[in-house]
Nanobody, 126 residues
Framework: QVQLVESGGGLVQPGGSLRLSCAAS????????IGWFRQAPGKEREGISC????????VYADSVKGRFTISRDNAKNTVYLQMNSLKPEDTAVYYC???????????????????WGQGTQVTVSS
């Protein structure tokens, strides 16, 4: 049974940092790319990052490039999203998702993902 469980969200001041975790079970990260998405109230779900299974290559949306870093620990079957220099506009529910593919091309398309975590709330506010 495939499961993804996000954790690490919370309330942080602007300029602060958080590290989100996505613990996977029922499959191994060796074969599937993992994407991170976020959804703010009243907005569409936005793909913000992806890490491939083949070579660990990463991609980022322009909105988070240079501030967020995605990584994975295959031994723990966990993917991380390190978020630095957080802004109020980063406030959203953050989701990780298991791609149907090993690569990240087209990562922002939700149709590529069959399994999603329950989400973790990130609020950036003073």
């Amino acid at each position: 049974q495939v499961q993804l469980v996000e954790s690490g969200g919370g309330l942080v001041q602007p300029g602060g940092s958080l590290r989100l975790s996505c613990a996977a079970s029922g499959f191994t990260l060796d074969y599937y790319a993992i994407g991170w998405f976020r959804q703010a109230p009243g907005k569409e779900r936005e793909g913000i990052s992806c890490i491939s299974s083949s070579d660990g290559s990463t991609v980022y949306a322009d909105s988070v490039k240079g501030r967020f870093t995605i990584s994975r620990d295959n031994a723990k079957n966990t993917v991380y999203l390190q978020m630095n220099s957080l802004k109020p506009e980063d406030t959203a529910v953050y989701y990780c998702a298991k791609s149907a593919y090993y690569y990240c091309a087209g990562y922002g398309r939700t149709q590529m993902y069959k399994y999603w975590g329950q989400g973790t709330q990130v609020t950036v506010s003073s």
